[in-house]
């Protein structure tokens, strides 16, 4: 399978993950200059109907489930990473969580305008208040919390009810991140290359800073008193020390 390109830096955030969340502060605290140029693409694990809507278009979730051992160990490093940060952690619990209950609502909130801040609330309810985000009624009030409008909110509350939202952006998102390649979460993408965890967001950083960097276009010789000008500006203008 050829390799995907993505053309601008991309962020596949994830509500579920405390590893998502954890990036996301960071991302937020230490480099908000790349904050501000990264694409937001949800991810998120799909419901029976998402994994059809998936195989119709003959891809699939590239995600396994973790083990227990693996879910304690998370349990460690989670408290380890927080507490390095100086983050309070309250441990939500997940009762047949649906995700997309708290994923598609996103998209509301983006062509509401609230986009950013919705991701920053859920965050928020989920990891710091233990709240349930994949509760209908909490999408409402964190929705209202927001000062959106009562409309808005309980479109946003019944987006996991929604089948052409589902059928549309839903399923675009879910294709993005097969196509892409995004197993886990954090997950971040420049060009062909490809960045998972955490501790890969400081390199993601350091490569967005490096490609946004103006190329320092040495200083020319003097020409030659005889020099063809016009000759000379015949090529391809069109980059200054740059490709693209």
């Known amino acids: 399978m050829t390799a995907r390109r993505s053309r601008v830096p991309r ?3 994830n509500f579920r993950s405390p590893y998502s969340w954890i990036a996301y502060r960071d991302l937020m605290d230490r480099f908000p200059d790349v904050a501000q140029v990264v694409e937001w693409h949800p991810w998120w694990e799909p419901d029976a109907d998402g994994e059809r809507r998936m195989a119709e278009h003959r891809r699939s979730f590239p995600y396994t489930a973790m083990s227990r051992d693996k879910h304690l160990y998370i349990l460690q490093d989670v408290r380890r990473l927080t507490t390095d940060r100086g983050l309070a952690v309250t441990w939500p619990v997940d009762r047949d969580p649906v995700w997309e209950v708290p994923h598609l609502a996103y998209f509301h909130a983006l062509d509401a305008g609230r986009g950013p801040g919705y991701i920053e609330r859920v965050y928020r309810a989920r990891w710091q208040e233990g709240r349930d985000v994949c509760d209908r009624e909490v999408i409402a009030d964190l929705a209202t919390g ?8 309980d479109r946003m509350a019944r987006a996991a009810d929604d089948p052409e939202l589902r059928a549309g952006r839903g399923l ?10 995004a197993f886990g979460v954090p997950f971040f993408t420049l060009g062909y290359d490809k960045y998972w965890g955490v501790d890969r967001l400081p390199a993601f950083a350091g490569a967005v800073r490096s490609r946004a960097a103006p190329t320092p276009v040495p200083l020319d010789p003097e020409p030659p008193a005889d020099a063809d000008f016009v000759a000379a500006r015949s090529g391809d203008q069109g980059h200054a020390g740059g490709c693209g």
């Open 11 to 13: 962020f596949y955030f």
């Open 146 to 153: 927001l000062g959106l409008t009562d409309e808005t909110a």
């Open 172 to 181: 675009g998102a879910l294709l993005d991140l097969s196509r892409d390649g």
